[in-house]
């Protein structure tokens, strides 16, 4: 991947931060996501779902919460952009199978949107009973039945994925989209660039550009505050076709990613071995992040759609009712490692130092969705407004 990169640089000059990310993260050759599984003990980090299955279980619930209050519509597209090993979808759709007799009536479909050959093969053995490759013709590039009974398809893009009555789900998916990177300077906002250390002919080094670029010009809000801009422009892309969907379709996306409200300045950072780890060393061998701008999000929507949050992990939990559900294994346990791995995994989910903190929870519905959409223009944060939308406030059944 170095070797390919300073090719690359020699022959066209400095690139982009977003044109490394691009290439190290997904490069069909030597991309870090196209032949890793980063996740887990032996990966590079771990996601909430492979430390409890309480996550996902209250995501499903919050997808069937969702559905119904929309007015129970016949189709129902789960879309999950990146869905890792597979374990959130397979927790979704254990809550979906015990809420059989809500969905019973109901047309349920799994779409996957995945890059990876090899997440995808991983995905196949955990979700499918058996899976089944399709022709060119077809948009998904596999697609097989869950163990649960419903029909599961996988695509290399959003764009592939059936439009309709689809509720989506991007749980750290936005963050390992490609960013650019912009400095404020005398001489006005200058792009960071990535080019090849002239002292150390076999690293790489950031570089100012010497004067504006097309993506200066273009992705620098006009009231910015701050001196350095991280823009990710594929994640302003996807909630454009998330919003647009939904706009005309009906349904909701559900956002969770660590992040910030444009507060932030310099979050691009890679983990190897859960372990920070230099962005510009040994490229291809370590996974490369930044975080999401909700802010941004929030513009790229354009008003197609109401958008709620971010609203931190450890609130959206607690009012998805966490605390009832640990209980209820608590006491369907007797074993004392067990239980101490169920409060273990409770305090990693909730603890403001760790992900309850870090990770937030961002969504976009439908603005008739929303019977409180006059107050919400004032604090959605306000603890005096009770929203309708479950784990945005007390989740009701109805």
């Known amino acids: 991947m170095l070797k390919h990169l300073m090719m690359k640089i020699k022959s066209t000059g400095p690139i982009t931060v977003a044109e490394y990310m691009r290439e190290v993260l997904t490069n069909p050759v030597k991309g870090y996501y196209m032949h890793h599984d980063m996740l887990g003990e032996k990966g590079d980090f771990v996601t909430s779902p492979e430390i409890s299955q309480m996550f996902g279980e209250l995501i499903g619930v919050w997808f069937v ?36 007799s809500f969905l019973s009536k109901c047309d349920i479909s799994i779409h996957l949107v995945e890059v990876s050959p090899k997440l995808s093969e991983i995905q196949a053995l ?4 058996e899976k089944v490759e399709l022709m060119d013709s077809s948009p998904a590039y596999m697609q097989g039945v869950a163990k649960t009974g419903l ?3 996988w695509y290399q893009d959003l764009s592939d994925v059936p439009i309709g009555n689809n509720f989506y789900l991007a749980h750290e998916f936005l963050d390992a989209l490609p960013i650019h990177k912009f400095q404020k300077t005398e001489k006005g906002w200058r792009e960071l660039l990535v080019d090849i250390d002239p002292e150390a002919p076999d690293k790489l080094r950031f570089v100012l550009a010497p004067s504006a670029t097309a993506a200066s010009e273009a992705f620098i809000h006009e009231e910015e505050s701050r001196d350095h801009v991280e823009v990710c422009p594929d994640a302003g892309i996807v909630i ?17 990613d660590y992040g910030h409200n444009g507060t932030k300045t310099d979050t691009f950072r890679g983990f190897c071995g859960h372990k920070l780890h230099d962005v510009l ?25 109401a958008t709620l949050g971010p609203i931190r992990q450890q609130d959206f939990l607690k ?42 929870f961002f969504v976009l519905l439908p603005h008739d969705r929303l019977v409180a959409s006059d107050k919400l223009k004032t604090s959605y944060q306000s603890a005096s407004l009770s929203l309708p939308v479950a784990g945005f406030g007390e989740l009701l059944w109805k």
């Open 65 to 100: 919460s969702e559905w119904m209050a929309s007015g129970k519509p016949k189709k129902f597209q789960l879309v999950e952009l990146g869905p890792g090993r597979g374990s959130l979808t397979h927790d979704i759709l254990r809550v979906f199978n015990q809420l059989d």
């Open 126 to 129: 955990t979700l499918a009973e």
């Open 151 to 153: 029909p599961i398809f």
């Open 240 to 256: 454009q076709k998330l919003a647009q969907n939904i706009e005309k379709n009906g349904g909701a996306a559900l956002i969770v």
């Open 281 to 305: 060393t040994a490229p291809g061998t370590a996974d490369l992040t930044a975080d999401v701008d909700f802010s941004y999000l929030q513009r790229m929507a354009q008003k197609r759609v």
């Open 319 to 360: 009012n998805m009712g966490i605390d009832i559900r640990l209980q209820v294994l608590l006491q369907n346990v007797k074993d004392t490692v067990t239980r101490r791995q169920l409060l273990q995994s409770y305090e990693m989910l909730m603890e403001l130092d760790k992900m309850g903190g870090r990770f937030n």
